[in-house]
């Protein structure tokens, strides 16, 4: 099995690893391009000053030669040294360097192009020649020495690789600060993860870290905490609402049932009492009803399916007909627009009937239902709702005044988010009540 490596680990290995290579390149590449810099100079100067020697003859600068650190010599076709014995400079460099001048009257007689670029190294010193084989047979010899440029370079490469030492320091200390920061941060998220996992979720995630994406990922962790928390404290409520909301029937159906084995009617007569028990159980089978949709609805949603388009108004207006008579008390207004929502048509169906159910369980004379661009609105003029149910009205089993088995809002806040849209209510001024279905985006429209 691959042995892993903390993330620590690999990015320092990373770090040493470049900045060896690093290092070594410097080491390599800066005196090769220091040597590269001096010869090149060098040699142009001797070039330049050769071609005007050749071109001057006799009316040459010697002196300015001299200045310029460039000494000529001549042999003639016959390879003797022809030397001013009045210059002095020539004379010491004969006694100084006799090696290079036995090498150079070698270099004449083997040369055969008409150029060349030589060095000669003695000691500390380094001297650099151009050899130019002239028409005639005579040669021409330049040569500068150098004693000073080789400690500059030499000087040159410890004070830059002392600066890329220390620069590097400071580099390996900001990393490693960086490093312990970063690995603390991820430290601190694992926790934050651990305990989210342990299901500890009443704490807030708090950071105080100056790092935009670090920042981002705890306001991230933060949210899903907060997510986590409301849906456990939505399940206990309905854990809790449902064990309260069955108790009462349960209770009734087993207590009737007692009285009748033992002949004794709670309710009247055995029939009436028989009643009681079928409406309780009706009562019990509807919450059963509705939590088994709430829960085939959260399958639903899961499973990403494509969802056509259908005509609204048309669904709409066969709800109406049948849940709304023509005897009843409460004035029923329309006022459609042609429009197409997507979706399920039938568990739409399921939406409409619930608000018109709500509708019709408050309302004191009128309903007004209107559709218009992806908005359907539904009117009642009942009482408002009250101000601490705003926040829970759509939750399970949150039963307001009047209501029933606190299911319907909750199955059609689900079921309109599902396909993408979104629902809100707004309490009149006085009195009266609009639930409105609206497409994402579209809810100031």
């Known amino acids: 099995m691959k042995q892993k490596m903390k993330l620590n680990q690999q990015l320092a290995i990373t770090l040493m690893v470049l900045i060896l290579g690093s290092i070594m390149a410097f080491g390599v590449i800066l005196p090769i391009s220091i040597k590269y810099f001096i010869d090149h100079k060098n040699f142009n100067t001797l070039i330049s000053e050769q071609n005007e020697y050749i071109k001057l003859g006799k009316y040459y600068n010697t002196s300015q030669g001299k200045k310029n650190g460039v000494y000529h010599l001549q042999f003639d076709s016959n390879n003797n040294l022809v030397i001013d014995q009045t210059d002095d400079d020539l004379i010491h460099h004969q006694l100084m360097y006799p090696e290079f001048f036995s090498e150079i009257k070698e270099q004449c007689r083997e040369q055969k192009k008409q150029v060349e670029m030589r060095k000669f190294i003695d000691g500390q010193e380094t001297l650099y020649y151009l050899i130019n084989n002239k028409d005639s047979g005579e040669k021409v010899i330049s040569y500068s020495i150098d004693t000073g440029n080789q400690y500059l370079s030499h000087q040159l490469f410890m004070t830059t690789l002392i600066i890329i030492i220390v620069a590097l320091t400071i580099i390996l200390v900001s990393f490693f600060k960086w490093n312990n920061r970063f690995i603390n941060n991820l430290k601190q998220?694992?926790?934050?993860?651990?305990?989210?996992?342990?299901?500890?979720?009443?704490?807030?995630?708090?950071?105080?870290?100056?790092?935009?994406?670090?920042?981002?990922?705890?306001?991230?962790?933060?949210?899903?905490?907060?997510?986590?928390?409301?849906?456990?404290?939505?399940?206990?409520?309905?854990?809790?609402?449902?064990?309260?909301?069955?108790?009462?029937?349960?209770?009734?159906?087993?207590?009737?049932?007692?009285?009748?084995?033992?002949g004794v009617y709670p309710y009247g007569?055995?029939?009436?009492?028989?009643?009681?028990?079928?409406?309780?159980?009706?009562?019990?089978?509807?919450?059963?009803?509705?939590?088994?949709?709430?829960?085939?609805?959260?399958?639903?949603?899961?499973?990403?399916?494509?969802?056509?388009?259908?005509?609204?108004?048309?669904?709409?207006?066969?709800?109406?007909?049948?849940?709304?008579?023509?005897?009843?008390?409460?004035?029923?207004?329309?006022?459609?627009?042609?429009?197409?929502?997507?979706?399920?048509?039938?568990?739409?169906?399921?939406?409409?009937?619930?608000?018109?159910d709500n509708a019709k369980r408050y309302a004191k004379n009128e309903i007004s239902i209107k559709l218009t661009d992806q908005k359907l609105s539904i009117f009642n003029d009942g009482d408002n709702i009250e101000e601490d149910l705003a926040e829970s009205l759509f939750e399970p089993f949150e039963i307001g005044k009047d209501g029933m088995s606190g299911l319907g809002l909750a199955i059609v806040k689900r079921t309109v988010n599902m396909y993408g849209y979104d629902i809100r209510y707004e309490n009149a001024e006085t009195k009266g009540v609009t639930f409105i279905i609206y497409k994402d985006g579209k809810a100031n429209e």
């Open 269 to 356: 007569d055995v029939e009436q009492t028989a009643h009681v028990i079928y409406s309780q159980a009706e009562r019990l089978e509807k919450r059963v009803q509705g939590l088994l949709y709430l829960n085939r609805l959260e399958y639903i949603r899961s499973q990403n399916e494509s969802y056509r388009e259908f005509a609204i108004d048309g669904l709409l207006e066969e709800v109406i007909s049948y849940m709304f008579d023509q005897d009843q008390l409460i004035n029923v207004r329309l006022d459609l627009v042609p429009q197409r929502f997507i979706g399920d048509k039938e568990k739409w169906r399921i939406v409409l009937e619930n608000l018109f």
């Open 189 to 262: 998220i694992q926790h934050e993860l651990d305990l989210i996992g342990d299901g500890q979720l009443e704490e807030s995630i708090r950071i105080n870290e100056s790092t935009l994406e670090f920042q981002e990922v705890m306001d991230s962790l933060e949210h899903m905490r907060r997510k986590l928390y409301n849906n456990e404290q939505t399940k206990k409520r309905m854990i809790h609402n449902i064990s309260h909301d069955l108790k009462t029937p349960i209770a009734v159906i087993k207590n009737y049932s007692e009285g009748i084995i033992d």
